[in-house]
């Protein structure tokens, strides 16, 4: 039985004083829960302060590969360990396309953050021109494959792996049941072959891209779904908490 797992990407949103409340009030109700883990990406200037406070876990937006040195602007690995930042997200689509990631670099991310034992969100997915050519299965697996080469089983044990359509991130469209379960497969699928049939029962594989209180509990009730990384509704106390009940 895997443990779900809902992720609040909250991107670059909300003032100091608007995380500290939000997190604070997430915090002080019963969203933390054993049943699920419930993890905060803030924008990283919050992170230090959030990390401090009592409740939930915290986790980057993004890091930069390198152990130290001159990169400025860069975050790296050992830097979250050291303000007790457990989790990182590696590879979402907006870093891919707006601060043109490729896949090797995201490799080098997903390397320095598994090796510095911090749990990554390791996130996939297609564009709508690559869903409507029919390639996105083979797209998908070919970034992953591409994102989690060199890393070995032990590594991937750290791996949470979200699939983000990027057609669906803050779109308000959904992926239908038909399309989320046959790419959760897929990712499974490829999870056994790269790695062993066990690791691909373990890993969880969350889903995201407009997830919200509405249609949260339909897609989390899909085979292979084990959560979700939400966005815009993580923003507001009100509709994350029913987010986390639809579990
Ligand atoms: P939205 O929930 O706003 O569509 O964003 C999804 C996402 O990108 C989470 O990482």
């Known amino acids: 039985m895997r443990k779900k797992f809902i992720g609040a990407n909250w991107k670059m949103n909300l003032l100091y004083e608007e995380a500290i409340k939000l997190f604070a009030d997430l915090s002080n109700s019963t969203l933390n829960t054993s049943e699920a883990d419930i993890v905060v990406f803030p924008s990283s200037i919050y992170l230090s302060e959030l990390s401090k406070m009592p409740g939930l876990p915290v986790g980057a937006q993004d890091l930069y590969f390198a152990d130290s040195g001159a990169f400025t602007g860069g975050i790296a690995a ?25 896949d090797e670099v995201i490799n080098l991310k997903l390397k ?11 996130c996939c997915g ?14 998908v697996t070919n970034q992953l494959m591409q994102g989690w080469k060199d890393l070995d089983e032990t ?13 669906a991130i803050g779109t308000g469209l959904n ?17 056994a072959s790269c790695f062993s049939h066990s690791l691909s029962q373990s890993i969880r594989i969350v889903y995201g891209g407009s997830c919200n209180q509405h249609n949260a ?4 009730s899909f085979n292979d779904v084990d959560g979700g990384l939400i966005g815009g509704a993580s923003l507001e106390f009100d509709s994350f908490e029913k987010i986390i009940k639809s579990l």
């Not at 979250?80 to 990631?101: A, D, M, N, P, Q």
């Not at 297609?126 to 797209?139: D, M």
């Not at 750290?158 to 699939?163: H, V």
């Not at 239908?176 to 490829?190: D, L, W």
């Open 175 to 191: 992926a239908s049941k038909m399309e989320i379960e046959e790419m959760h497969g897929t990712i499974r699928r490829t999870v």
């Open 112 to 122: 320095s953050a598994v090796r510095n034992d911090l749990k990554v969100v390791f």
């Open 78 to 102: 050992r830097q979250l360990k050291s303000i007790s930042c457990k989790y990182v997200l590696v590879g979402h689509s907006e870093r891919r396309i707006t601060f043109f990631e490729t």
């Open 217 to 220: 509990s339909d897609i989390f």
């Open 155 to 167: 590594e991937m044990k750290n791996c949470i792996i979200a699939y983000e359509p990027i057609w």
């Open 126 to 139: 297609e564009s709508l021109g690559i869903r409507e050519s029919k390639k996105h299965l083979e797209f």
